[in-house]
């Protein structure tokens, strides 16, 4: 399969916890996003990166996520002192061009017990 | 398996007939337009997309429709299919940047 992979594919935490997820793009993918997803609505947007330059941010991203590419290939999202609010659909896309499709991933989803 | 369909306006078409799913956007800024098809527990997928300057756009049974002076978005699916039963979600983008707005989701369920 040399589609988007994500994981873990579910992720249950307690309160104040931090985890982290990955997202591993198309291999030829040099752009990548990502989007959280509650039930019943669309993706919103997180933030962007092109190779490894995180050049677009939502300010839905608060201090308590930061992400990373750090060799430009896979990312990583990390929530600190998790909180109920942040349950929700991770989602990574990648794409190859700036007017590409994106490609999404299957999503963690994250409980925040 | 968790809904992405749970609350959302609920479209039903009798196998074999035509499907239209409508979306108003926000922007008027907005100058790239895409429409995503999502099925439960799994990612957005790509249907079709249009750019500003292009008020109509064909694939394989699916044809997209933009109205700019209304901000009005269609999608029309032909000989729907069971397979084509899913959410389905516009989404559009401004011009230098890549961040994509999705809009209300629309729920697509095809009566065998």
């Known amino acids: 399969d040399t589609g988007v992979s994500q994981n873990p594919r579910h992720k249950i935490t307690k309160r104040g916890q931090n985890v982290t997820f990955r997202c591993d793009p198309i291999s030829e993918h040099n752009r990548l996003y990502w989007y959280r997803q509650t039930l019943g609505q669309g993706p919103e947007f997180l933030t962007y990166?092109?190779?490894?330059?995180?050049?677009?941010k939502s300010r839905l991203l608060s201090d308590r996520f930061s992400a990373e590419r750090p060799k430009g290939s896979f990312s990583t999202l990390e929530i600190q002192r998790t909180e109920q609010g942040d349950s929700a659909m991770y989602l990574c896309?990648?794409?190859?061009?700036?007017?590409?499709?994106?490609?999404f991933g299957p999503g963690t989803r994250l409980t925040v017990t | 398996g968790e809904s992405v369909g749970l609350h959302l306006p609920t479209l039903s078409v009798q196998e074999g007939d035509n499907s239209i799913i409508n979306c108003a956007y926000s922007n008027s800024a907005s100058d790239y337009f895409i429409w995503y098809k999502q099925e439960s527990g799994k990612g957005p997928q790509f249907i079709i997309d249009?750019?500003?300057?292009?008020d109509k756009r064909q694939g394989q049974r699916v044809t997209v429709l933009l109205n700019k002076t209304v901000k009005h978005l269609s999608l029309q699916i032909a000989a729907t299919q069971p397979g084509d039963s899913a959410v389905y979600f516009c989404?559009?983008?401004?011009?230098?940047?890549?961040?994509?707005?999705f809009g209300t989701g629309t729920k697509l369920q095809v009566i065998p």
């Open positions: 990166f092109q190779n490894e330059a995180q050049l677009e």
């Open positions: 249009i750019r500003s300057n292009m």
């Open positions: 896309a990648s794409s190859l061009a700036r007017e590409g499709e994106q490609y």
């Open positions: 989404a559009e983008r401004v011009p230098g940047y890549q961040k994509v707005t």
